[in-house]
């Protein structure tokens, strides 16, 4: 076991009123600002909320900003939005119940939504309404009052006859008086001090109610028709309408958006204008005498058919990803049921591609209306990246192996040709893919039926010159993972089996009777607890480092270790005097090694971990309360080793993070010091140098020559604690950092200033 001693982890800085400020310079979000959910308009510019952020529209410049987790919210999955242009105040309503206040002095976080005694239901936010200083939230619960000023709530109305809850769907504020939308009718209630009290709402209509808006006049609807009027007196449309997605009042203007299309009438009920949308929508609004409808899936479109949003992927739901450079290749499947069972996505989503420029999704899986498409695993050919493999894992028609290819003049990709893998479709169901170094493609499989009707996990090589993959047993049964190359041998994680399969293929990857198997089981050292692998990842040391979805493990010298019966290790961390086992009975996603041999582990509902080559110093931790990252499950990380940035890929979206590590040569890059000056009333952490060697011999010293910290950097960076030799920290003045490479044929030197 190795030993070592557990230092503090890293956390992000507090931020201002309730929550922590999570975003920073060094993170950007990949998120997909498709689906539009509302509309606001304010002094030159459209505001457009979608899931997973806010973005701004300037009418005059056409420049798009946007806003998110990365930058400034601290929420994923938006469900409401409104926006007061004379105050510049914006709430977001989240799915988990939280809100986001946001003014020109900055984002407040809100968390204490109040909940009624005996709700158990969803905290999701159903609708927000800004009237003034005042906010009318609707949620599953009934409707509460938000002071936005004082930044909290003052009253709340629980709908709940004995103990059933009725949601407030959408609700208003109108000369003091709140109507709320609800399944069983609009109700009604002046806020004053009986505001809370249910029983003394009243029903103004029967009926079932999903919208309404204010603006001078009240407007609500059923799913079939819109009614309007001044809050005592109400007329109706005189149109029934297919199926209602929200309607949107202004000055002059009710706006209904239905499925498709949408419709414009002035306040006095008297249709103006119409246009068919041609893809269905959330919502829309009546902007400069034009229409912009909110999509599901291309932003705001206008009255000209304009798409306008920021560029990102088709939809959040990521997977899996490969990196190659500033190109991305975006896996959107999942599995259920311990790796075992198909778990599509209800919109068969496929995936996506980022050129270096743009984001592409291919015409392939947008007209698609028969294949059921869970894609688990996409690859590009090393010899020509516009030739992409991926596997289709489900247990229907489809299933197997599709080649396609990109052609950049219509940003598109054809189906070339598509390999089934069996006809039984609870068989051969393929998992992931990977090249080798000489461009052998090879591929595993879920339950490779076999000759005599059993099944085992299966391995299968595509045959260049035959067009066709070969399939090979591997000896063990059951589920698999993605494939790893390594040495020029196939590592293979088993995830419903406490075992890892090694197969040395011998450099030939057709031929499988050479080919031999090393199984590495529960008595090589894996978690007794384990009921499979799950990832492994080969360090600069050749130590595989084996994720469990009960644990970590190394292997060291793996390239020869696993032919002699390996012993794996755990790592034991001394916390307190305590020693534990690091990520203990813990499932681990991921495992990537960056230029520096650092370790980045995505640890599942437990965020990300970075540690220090030998793992010896967690680093940084984050997690999606102390970071932009979407949820706690990173199911997939990639690094850039050239640029150093490192991607966390969720089923809620993907976000990126620019690390210091960077792949580095054996001279000096463009040597960068920050902070500098470091202030200490405003900066406590460490000085980061970066841009450094391989290996660079690092000497610290003060004004007068004295030596105060010296070091040995790998990776092309380090960082400086500011204490001297003796651990203390070092006076203010200014300090020397004299820098060789490793031959010392290549010198740097840097200032650093200190303020204490």
Known sequence: MKKIILFSTFVLALGIFHGQSISSKKWNDLFSYNNVLAIKQNQGEIIAATENGIFYYHLTSGEITKLS????????????????????????????????????????????????????????INHIAITGDKAVVSANYGVSIFDLKKKEFSQSAFFVTGSTFEPALEAVMHDNIVYAATATGLKTHEINVTFPVYSSWQTLTAGSFKHTDVEGIIAFSTANTVYYGSGTTFNQIPQTFADISDIVVTEQHIIVTDQERIYVYTTGGMAQNNLGVGETCNTANYIGGQVYAGTKLSGLVDTSKRKIKPDGPFNNRAYRLYVNGEKLWVATGARADRYNASAPDPLNL???????????????????????????????????????????????????????KYEDTGKDFSLTKFYPTSVNHSFN????????????????????????GSFTSG??????????????????????????????????????????????????????????????????????SAQGTISVAFDKNDDAWIGTDAGLRIMSDASSAYLSDPKLESI???????????????????????????????????????????????????????SPLPTNSVTDIKVDHKTGKVYFVTFEGIVMYQSDVVDVSSNFGNVLVYPNPVVYSHFKGHVTIRGLAEKTNIRIVDTAGNLVHQAVARGGFHEWNLNNQRGNRVASGVYFVLMTNEDGTDKATAKIAVVN
Request: glycine letters at 8%; zero cysteines; charged letters at 20%.
């Open 69 to 124: 987790k990365a930058n400034g919210l601290h929420e994923v999955k938006i469900t409401a939005f409104d926006y007061n242009p004379a105050t510049k105040t914006g709430l977001i309503g989240y799915r988990n119940g939280s809100m986001d206040v946001i003014t020109p002095s900055g984002i407040t976080y809100i968390v204490d939504i109040p909940i009624a005694t005996g709700f158990n239901g969803d905290k999701r």
């Open 572 to 626: 034991i961390i001394e916390q307190n005097g305590i020693p534990e086992e690091l990520f203990r009975d813990n499932l681990i996603h991921q495992i990537e090694v960056d230029t520096g041999n650092h370790k980045w582990v995505s640890v599942d509902r437990g965020g990300v971990y970075y540690l220090s080559p030998n793992g010896e110093r967690i680093i940084k931790h984050f997690t999606k309360e102390n």
């Open 429 to 452: 169901r393929p998992t992931g893919l990977a090249f080798d170094h000489n461009n052998a493609l090879f591929g595993t499989l879920t339950a490779l039926q076999l000759p005599n």
């Open 350 to 404: 496929g995936f996506y591609y980022f050129n270096g420029m743009q984001w592409v999704y291919s015409s392939h899986f947008m007209d698609n209306t028969t294949t059921v498409y869970n894609v688990l695993d996409v690859v590009p050919n090393p010899a020509d990246f516009n030739e992409v493999f991926f596997v289709n894992y489900t247990e229907k028609p489809g299933q197997g192996v599709y080649k396609m």
């Open 459 to 528: 391995l299968m090589v595509y045959d260049k010159a035959a067009d066709e993959f070969k399939t090979s047993g591997l000896m063990l049964h059951n589920t698999v993972q993605k494939p790893v190359i390594h040495e020029g041998k196939i590592w293979v994680p088993l995830p419903r089996t406490n075992a890892l399969m090694i197969r040395d293929y011998k450099n030939t990857p057709l031929n499988f009777s050479d080919d031999t198997q090393y199984p590495i089981m529960d008595q090589n050292g894996l978690p007794s």
